[in-house]
């Protein structure tokens, strides 16, 4: 059991920026790829950004390219997304997940495991 804890939400203006962190523990953090989701009120939960385990490579939405950057830092087991530029089109709750197996990149909820409790992200325009 993987245990995902969420911290860095909060409320920004349009066009600012925040870094959300997911805290990992529970399981070999650094042999699992990682990734973050987020829902808007009424709306599904969809895919922001992946990160593989050991080689670091990306993934991204179309809607975040460009402004997002996800990262993880294996030795603190610590997952990070920094949001710039952001939107009022940008606030949902953000969620860390870790998908079902070593080898799944996470990039739809149906290939994640477990989820942490979330954050909140407000963009107020």
């Known amino acids: 059991q993987v245990q995902l804890v969420e911290s860095g939400g909060g409320l920004v203006q349009a066009g600012g920026s925040l870094r959300l962190s997911c805290a990992a523990s529970?399981?070999?953090?650094?042999?699992?790829?990682m990734g973050w989701f987020r829902q808007a009120p009424g709306k599904e939960r969809e895919f922001v950004a992946a990160?593989?385990?050991?080689?670091?490579?990306?993934y991204y939405a179309d809607s975040v390219k460009g402004r997002f950057t996800i990262s993880r830092d294996n030795a603190k087991n610590t997952l990070y997304l920094q949001m710039n530029s952001l939107q009022p089109g940008d606030t949902a709750i953000y969620y860390c997940?870790?998908?079902?197996?070593?080898?799944?990149?996470?990039?739809?909820?149906?290939?994640?495991?477990?989820w942490g409790q979330g954050t909140q992200v407000t963009v107020s325009s």
């Open positions: 997940a870790v998908p079902r197996g070593r080898f799944i990149i996470p990039r739809s909820p149906a290939t994640v495991g477990s």
């Open positions: 529970g399981r070999t953090f650094s042999d699992y790829a």
């Open positions: 990160i593989t385990s050991s080689e670091g490579n990306t």
